[in-house]
Each structure stands twice: as C-alpha cells, then as structure tokens.
C-alpha cells in the first residue's frame, strides 16, 4: 500500500506523538513493504538540528529509514504561550498544505490531531487522489483546549468542534486510543461506531525490559536505596501535577520516599517553585531523558505515577502507561475510574488507583506501595506480562490491516 501521514511532529522531534508516529511509519516499510510518505513539520525538540534549517524553501524533502518525508517548513518558536503556539500551527498548517500538492496518489491518507486543523488538508489531499481518509484521533478537540491557561475562546473552540465532527463523519475509518475515547467519539461526537476500530498507543516490549534498580542512573542520583515514586514524561498542563506535589507535602514522615519528576514541559518551572516554597526535600527534578537512557532511569523508579486531570479521560490518552507495563513497574493511576491506566490497573491488578485531582488519596495510594515493597514488586511483574498485549508490533499489525481494509485491499493479514 502507499500510505501519507499528516502531523506536525515526527523524527527527530521528542514529543510522544512524533517518536509513536516514527515507530509505526518505520515499521510499515520495514515489515509491511507499504509506501509510506510523513507531511511533517520541523522538529522543535529535536536533537543534532535536524529539521532546523531548511533555508527559505517552504517544503523540503528527505528520507529516514525508507520513510518519504516531505518537511512542511513552518516557525519553529518555543512554544510557552499561545500565541507562539498558534503560529507555529497556522505555519505548518500552511506549509503542510502547500505539501500536499506534491504527495502523489496514495491508497490511505492519515490524519492525526497535531495540530487540529491539519485533518482538513489530510482530508483535501485524500479526496483529490482519490484516496481513502482515516482519521486518527490522539487527542480530541475541542475538549482538550481547556489546557491551554493563557487563551480561551468560544468562537474557536465551536469551530474546532464543527470541524472535528465533519473530519469523524467524512472519514473512511476512525481511531480511537481506547474504549473510553470510542465512547466519547460515538456518544458524544456522533462518529459512525462501524467505522472506529480502537487501537492503543503502545511500547517496545524488546526494546524497553525490566532493570535492576542498582544502575548507572540510580547509583549517580543517590537512588539506589530510596524508594522512588517517579513520573517521566512531560511535564505539562494535562498530568495536573500540582496533586503530586501536594501528595508529596502529605508524605514527609516515610523517609525512604522520593518523588522523582523526569521531563520537561511548561508547567515545570511553576511545579520546581512550588516544591522549593514548600520545603520539600522528598521531590527531585531530573532533566529530559532520551531513548538510550531510558532503560536505567526507568529501572530507577519502585513506582509510577500516570496522572490525567478529571474531565480529560478519553479527549487524552496517557502513552506513558505503555512503557511503563514494559519495564515491569507498578503505577498510581490517578485518572478517572473509566480511563485506561486505571481499567488496566483495576483489571490486571498491576496498580493501584486514586481519585483525580486529589492529594489525599494519590499520598494514600503512594503510601500502600511504599509500604509493601513485595506487593509492589508482584504488581510490576504482572505489568511487564500484560505489556506484551499493547507490543509495537501488536499495534503496528493492527494499523496495516486496518489501511488494507479501508483501502479495499486484500491479503491485510501478512
């Protein structure tokens, strides 16, 4: 099959987005022999400058790994407000759509929701080649625009709405993350249930295994003997991480408890000030950690804690889960009941789960894994078994025989 993705994040970009897209548009070539053509946009955390400078051209191209990449080459501003935000959305939006233009006849043209509005070039693009569109639903729009602190609008939120259900109802197929987005995406959004096929985010079960706890990583941080709690991702406006830090406050008295956050992200600054207002010596900020050392900071942590603010469960889907199951740890899911991390951590018995948005029960829920390192210890080992029903390549296969299904071709299952 040729197959075209459109979103603004891919390799070399950092976001859990682009480094998910990466994976599955790699291993469609490698493993499938399909075409496959990415309408990216330049990398804002990406590493070696890759993506940074393409000159005045609005469109450039290159290949990674098989991979068609053609570079819609819009601003690169760092995005902490809005408005840089919207600019680089709008730039690549304008660039992506001038790219469009030059993407061939694909069988399957792919949508997925960064930025929003790049569904409806997707979507021009397919019908002009005559091409079947899925769209692939990461977030939801325009629920998950409450995040953004520093900008609300009803005029835009009702067009992204408008648009959003036009994209679900002009779609050939529909993915949603899991069975609380279906839900949301058919109860709430009207999407035709026959056309969405729930297919989770996932991790690379060979590539990412359980650690020993006594690593480079713990050993140079003074982890090695504490019992570390930790959340690693981004640091963000979704997780509602203040809780965590509220929870740690609750939690001065267990004196072998550190509260690690690992990851970058806009709300970092405001959660470092926080704790030091506090005097809390039981939290400790750890940079960004990239790919290859992502084993050992990972085999650093007892626990995790997989955070969601109420009202987002199945807008947002949390992907860190995935890779936490991989690396065979326990979690504190503090979502909603209904949200993936805690169905699979009710479910599995692999984690334990606590009210979103509530310091008291996520100290409470930090505190019976703290306190029974063994029960903790079985809960990993019954993650790391669970992983392997969300591996990559699980995922990647389910992807390929959806595109063949909607594209009509036959022999999906290869």
Known sequence: MKICFFNRSYWPD??????????????LVAQYDDQVMVVAGRAL??????????????????????????RANGTRMRPRRFAARATNYLSYFTAATVASFGIGRPDVVVSLT???IVGMTALWAARRAGARFV???????????????????????????????????????????GERMRARLVEEKGADPRRVHVIHNWADCQAIVPGPKDNAFSRAHGLAERFVVMHSGNVGLSQNLDVLIAA???????????IAIVGDGSKREGLQRLAAERGLDNVRFFPYQPKELLHDSFAAADAFVVSLKAGLEGFIVPSKLYGILAAGRAYVAAT???????????????????????????A?????????????RAMGEQARRVA???????????????????????????
Request: glycine share 8%.
């Open 14 to 27: 950092q976001a859990a987005t682009g480094q998910l897209l990466t994976e599955l548009a790699e291993d």
């Open 45 to 70: 955390h990406g590493a070696n400058g890759h993506g940074a400078s393409a000159g005045l051209a609005l469109v450039t191209r290159e290949e990674q790994r098989g991979v068609a990449i053609r």
């Open 114 to 116: 960064d930025p929003p």
């Open 135 to 177: 769209f692939l639903c990461e977030d939801i729009f325009p629920e998950v625009g409450v995040l953004v602190e520093d900008f609300r609008s009803e005029a835009v939120n009702a067009s992204l709405d408008r648009m959003n259900r036009y994209l679900l109802a002009q779609a050939d197929g529909i993915v949603a993350l």
């Open 248 to 258: 740690a406050d609750r939690l001065r008295s267990k004196e072998r408890l550190t």
């Open 336 to 362: 909603d009941p209904s949200c993936e991390p805690a169905t699979i951590a009710e479910r599995e018995r692999c984690g334990v789960v606590a009210a979103p948005g509530d310091p008291d029960a996520l």
């Open 364 to 376: 409470s829920a930090i505190a019976t894994l703290h306190d029974d390192p063994e029960a903790t």
């Open 388 to 414: 392997w029903r969300y591996d990559r390549r699980v995922a990647v296969r389910a992807y390929h025989d959806l595109f063949a299904q909607v594209a009509g071709v036959r022999g999906a299952a290869a």
